[in-house]
């Protein structure tokens, strides 16, 4: 059975942030930094631009754990409903035509979340099927897709609803201040964004052809979350970059596997005409063209979310893939979409690109 992904809507906060602002911060308040030659040197490399969801001057003040929750849960849900319901508008879908919600956050702890939340505001109905996921980080957006791809596979005929949204500013502390820290401050962005997925295309966009997840041996220390009394911390060691490496072996094994019901005479490597990908970092980026033996051009939507977004967590690869719907491959070219996260996990689609 086919199952396909409309374009997404991408909802970016008003508050627009320059890189230099953010390394003028950072040399303002740690110039007697050890490290400082090297946190510049990176920032320079970093997103030229990225949205916040509250104005700076309220990213930088000093505020607790409680403030910052609830800030962020209320500007993630709002950011993640107005995405939908552009989505919804876009393609003419009633609210109770949608049969399972799946969201994703890692910031904003809430209970109920953000996809009760999004039941109330959307008007979806009482016995939708909610999917919530709030562990995955990074990988909520590919995560979400494989689920979302899954529950339409297991009920023919309905329509799910995906939403990702993420508050990233609100974990901006000047306490950070390993060079890891300080490169996630000067990364991240604000988003919400919103996908449909069902047994019908909606238009021009991805036609599922399998899926994938993979979780690296104990490397479930590389990216964790970190609760104090003054907010939300993500911490990475120092074989964080390896991770992608790590994982290559596995990802091209898959890839050079058959599809599924396939004759094993017609394996051979996926061919990779197009590649929609989180953007985790210049680094992340570089090494998965590198293992993959893509060119630039082939992830070239994914530097530029990077570069004019910021890292937006797991709404990343949608606004990736709204991108390639901007540009798009040629009807009949297969790719990848592929995301990471915090375990260090994976979740990647074969796929077919339909006009």
Known sequence: MGVYISRPAVHLPA???????????MVDRHGDHPRLGTVRRILAQMPAERRFSQPWEVVVAERGLAERNRTAFADLAAMGTTA????????GVAPDRVDCVVTSHSTGDAVPGLDVHLAAELGLRPDVRRRPLTQLGCNGGAHGLV?????????PGSLVLLVVAESLSSIYHHGDTGVEMMVYKALWGDSGTAVLVSDRPLGPG???EDTWEYLLPDSHRRYRKRLDETGVHFDSERSAPQSIKGISPA????LARPLPGAPAADG??????????????PAILRDLGE?????????RHSWDSLDRSGNLGGASVLDVLDRTHAAPPPAGATGLLIGFGPG?????LKATWVG
Not at 268 to 276: I, K, N, Q, R, S
Not at 291 to 299: F, S, Y
Request: glycine content about 8%; aromatic content about 8%.
């Open 251 to 254: 990802l091209r094994r898959w």
């Open 268 to 281: 051979g490597p996926w061919p990779l005409d197009f590649t929609v990908s989180h953007t985790g970092g």
């Open 291 to 299: 293992q993959l033996g893509l060119g630039d051009e082939a992830l």
């Open 84 to 91: 939908a319901r552009h989505l919804l508008d876009r393609y």
């Open 15 to 25: 508050h627009l942030i320059p890189r230099q602002r953010i390394h003028d911060d």
């Open 206 to 208: 991805l036609r599922v």
């Open 344 to 348: 260090f996990a994976v979740s990647a």
């Open 147 to 155: 689920m979302a791809v899954e529950a339409v596979r297991a009920n």
